[in-house]
């Protein structure tokens, strides 16, 4: 008997622990932090009237604080390792969230949200470089789509919670959001600081699943191949294509139902909370389709389920179109993540794995912080978000048609 149990407490390998706690700290870092804002976004706007270029503009100071975490994220995981960096960047979040909902203006609102930012690459970035360290080829897809899977449950809850607490609390929903949030977040830090681990030589173990699974041996220390450069940097512009149109949607969709298409925002919420329901299956289902076809496959495919979302959005077919938009946008949004956490690991080997994460991450951080602020100007240009959305399936387009010239990951001789 207590051999048996002994067997079924080994059979359990650590990394799936990694694995639910990154997708509870997704959940906060990103899905409360970055993604409930557009569902608090309409309240906040009548509560501290503002403008749609204003809102964008906070939008944009909030990937602004993402874009300096990316530069400092590979100082900083040398200096304290990831765990340390990732349970700061909660905690940094829950703060900043506390002091926006004591905020009365478009400064404090936009500095605080900015370092939420921040704290959100903060956690994230060494969160997504621990799957290579944890998972060798074959499971790394499915593994950082289970971790991703936490924004979907955040959108879910932003999107059945929120409306529920405008409903309770008036003018001041949005405020008691952000405050029940922060709480959420500083949990989540506490927990995050009692379970994350940097490696599994730390517990002992080896990554998960077999070395002849592996697509390339990998190098135990950092080695430069020819060529690695420019695929990085092309991986790099594909994570711009994405950064810059997905958060387009993301941010004002909801804002679109309600001030174009004349929904509640009861109907909106529940609407977003779609977005939540299938973005839950998005990062392990094309995570686990790109273990088996390739990422490079899986990288198209992505960005034409996306390309069909953004161009349904932007045709404004009614709420039948916005719904399929929806339920496409929902599907495909947290896929491109799940394949490039591991294709870095695919391409430049473990050891190189969480500098390169952080290089490409740089590429997304700046189209994210584009993006939505571009999106803004035009809404205001326009009177509409159709351009920005109909832009946004251009570049997605684009980006599948360059992801064909990706290679092979190439098979890599020791260092």
Known sequence: MLNCLSHQRRSLHYGWVIVAVGALVLF??????????????PAMQAGLQLPYDRMGLIGTANFSGYLVAVVLSPW????????AVISAGLLLIAFCMAGI??????????????????????????????VPCWFRSRTRGRAAGLIIGGNGLAIICAGYLIPLLNRTYGTDGWRMAWLL???????????????????PAEMGLEPLGTVKDDRAAEPPVPHEHRGDGMLLF??????????????????FIVTS???????SEAQAGHYWSWVGFFSVFSGVGFGTLSDRIGRKQGLILVFLVQSTAYLLAGLQLGTLGLVV???LYGSAVFAIPAIMA???????????AAASFATITIFFAVGQTIGPAVAGLLAGLYGSFSPAYLCSAGITLSAALFALFLPAPQKRDPA
Do not use: K
Request: aromatic letters at 10%; charged letters at 10%.
């Open 325 to 327: 938009a929806i339920v």
């Open 101 to 130: 909902s004591q905020s009365h203006s478009f400064l404090p609102v936009a500095l605080l949200y900015g370092v939420t930012g921040l704290g959100g690459g903060l956690a994230n970035i060494p969160l997504m470089a621990l």
């Open 28 to 41: 906060s870092c990103l899905g409360l932090a970055r993604y409930a804002y557009t569902m608090l976004l």
């Open 76 to 83: 900083l995981i040398r200096r304290f390792r990831p765990r």
């Open 181 to 199: 949030l922060a709480a959420m977040t500083l949990l989540t830090a506490l927990i995050a600081a009692l379970l994350l681990r940097n490696t």
């Open 234 to 251: 092309r991986l790099g512009l594909l994570y711009l294509a994405f950064g810059a149109t997905f958060m387009v949607f993301g941010t």
């Open 342 to 352: 591991a294709a870095v690991g695919d391409y430049l080997g473990t050891a190189r």
């Open 257 to 263: 139902m309600v001030r174009e298409s004349g929904l």
